[in-house]
C-alpha cells in the first residue's frame, strides 16, 4: 500500500493520528489547502469536482484541480453518477495525483438528483461497480468518503465499506450523519467505531470535530486511524496547531503565528486571535500569489471568515466593495487584523 495512504491504528493510546482538512466546496482552494498544511493538517483534498464536466475538459471544473509541488499527497475529490465519466475522469487525473477520492456524501439536490454523492448509498451496487470500474483503470490509490447512509433505511456504511474493502479501496472516510440528516443532529461516532471495526483498511472519522477536546472525545470513541475537520477549520485553520498542542502533539512555541509574535506571551486573548488570523491572511495571500494568483471572489469569502467574530470584523464587509482592487483589499484585510485600526 502506498506510504501516502497511513496505517490503520489499533485502539487510540493519546499518540498522533493525521488531521484531515475536509473537501469544502467553495472554500478549500489551493492556497487556502496549502495554508491548512502550514498551520498543522496533514492532509487535504481538493473541493468535489464534476467528472462529467472533467471528463468534456471543462476549463472551470480543472481549474479546481489545480495543485502545487509542496501540496503532498495531492488528493483530486470527484463525484458523479455516470460510471463510465468517472473512471474517464479519474484516468484523466492519475498521471498527475497521488491519491483519488470519491465523493458518496454530498447531500446537495443539484448532485443527488443525478444519482450522484450520498444518493449512490442508495444504490450499493451501482456505487460498488463504479468503484470497482475506477480501481480496475488507474494505478494511483483510490479512497472513499461517505455518510452513514440515506437515512431512508437503516445505516449501510458498514456494508458498503466492506465491499469497497473486498474491492481494493486503500482507505475510507465517513462523515457520521445521514443524506438525510443533511447538517442537522448530532454525529454519531459510534457507528463510525462500528465501521473502524468492521474493515481493516484505515478509516478517517468525520464530523462535528472543532477543538482538541472533541477530537480526543471523537478518537476514544471511534478510535478512527484519523480525523477530518471541515466547517471548524473555515476562518480558522489555526485550530489544526492549536488543537495539535492541545492533544500534546506539539509545542506552543512551535506554531508559526507564535514564532512570528515576540510578544505572543504578553497578549490577552483578543491579542492572541487577531495575531493569528493576521498570520493566516498573510499567508494565504502569499500563497495565492505563490500559486494561482489572488483569485476575488475566493480572497472576499475567506476575508468574512477570517475576521468573523473579531471586534469590527461586520465592517469588513461594507469595505469589501469599496477597494478598487483586490490587493488593496487583502492589504485592508491584513491591517485590520493588526488589531489597533480603527474603522
Ligand atoms: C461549505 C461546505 C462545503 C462542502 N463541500 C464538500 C465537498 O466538496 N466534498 C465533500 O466530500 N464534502 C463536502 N462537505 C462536507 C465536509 O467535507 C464534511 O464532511 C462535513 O462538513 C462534516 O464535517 P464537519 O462537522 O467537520 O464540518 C462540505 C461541507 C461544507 C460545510
Not at 509541488?69 to 470527484?78: A, D, H, N
Not at 494505478?139 to 473486498?166: F, S, Y
Not at 443533511?182 to 462500528?194: F, P, V
Not at 489555526?238 to 512551535?254: D, N, P, Q, S, Y
Request: charged share 25%.
Amino acid at each position: 500500500m502506498s506510504d501516502l495512504i497511513g496505517q490503520k491504528f489499533g485502539e487510540w493510546d493519546g499518540g498522533e493520528r493525521p488531521l484531515f482538512l475536509a473537501p469544502m466546496s467553495g472554500v478549500t482552494d489551493l492556497p487556502f489547502r496549502l495554508l491548512a498544511k502550514d498551520c498543522g493538517a496533514d492532509v487535504t483534498i481538493t473541493e468535489f469536482t464534476n467528472s462529467t464536466a472533467l471528463s468534456r475538459e471543462a476549463a472551470v471544473s480543472w481549474r479546481k484541480m489545480e495543485s502545487h509541488e509542496t501540496e503532498v499527497p495531492f488528493i483530486p475529490q470527484i463525484f458523479g453518477g455516470n460510471a463510465d465519466d468517472m473512471v474517464t475522469a479519474a484516468e484523466m487525473l492519475a498521471p498527475s495525483c497521488d491519491i483519488i477520492d470519491l465523493n458518496f456524501g454530498c447531500p446537495a439536490p443539484k448532485v443527488t438528483k443525478i444519482c450522484a454523492g450520498a444518493a449512490l448509498m442508495g444504490q450499493p451496487d451501482n456505487l460498488v461497480s463504479m468503484v470497482r470500474g475506477i480501481i480496475d483503470n488507474v494505478e494511483v490509490p483510490v479512497t472513499a468518503k461517505m455518510r452513514l447512509g440515506t437515512g431512508a433505511n437503516q445505516h449501510n456504511a458498514i456494508e458498503i465499506c466492506q465491499r469497497l474493502e473486498d474491492v481494493g479501496v486503500s482507505r475510507l472516510c465517513v462523515h457520521g450523519r445521514t443524506l438525510k440528516q443533511r447538517y442537522s443532529g448530532q454525529a454519531d461516532w459510534d457507528y463510525i467505531k462500528q465501521v473502524v471495526d468492521s474493515v481493516e483498511v484505515p478509516v478517517v472519522a468525520n464530523g462535528d470535530v472543532v477543538d482538541s477536546k472533541s477530537a480526543a472525545d471523537c478518537l476514544s470513541v471511534t478510535n478512527a486511524s484519523g480525523l477530518m475537520i471541515g466547517r471548524g477549520a473555515i476562518g480558522r485553520p489555526a485550530m489544526f496547531g492549536e488543537m495539535k498542542v492541545g492533544l500534546g502533539w506539539m509545542e506552543e512555541t512551535e506554531l508559526p503565528w507564535v514564532k512570528a509574535n515576540d510578544e505572543w506571551f504578553d497578549f490577552d486573548e483578543t491579542g492572541k486571535a487577531f495575531a493569528t488570523r493576521k498570520w493566516c491572511w498573510d499567508r494565504y495571500i502569499e500563497l495565492s500569489h505563490a500559486t494561482v494568483g489572488i483569485q476575488a471572489r475566493w480572497m472576499q469569502r475567506h476575508a468574512v471568515a477570517f475576521t468573523k467574530g473579531l471586534p469590527g470584523g461586520k465592517k469588513i464587509r461594507s469595505i469589501m466593495h469599496e477597494m478598487p482592487t483586490p490587493e488593496d483589499f487583502a492589504q485592508a484585510i491584513s491591517e485590520f487584523l493588526v488589531g489597533d485600526i480603527a474603522f
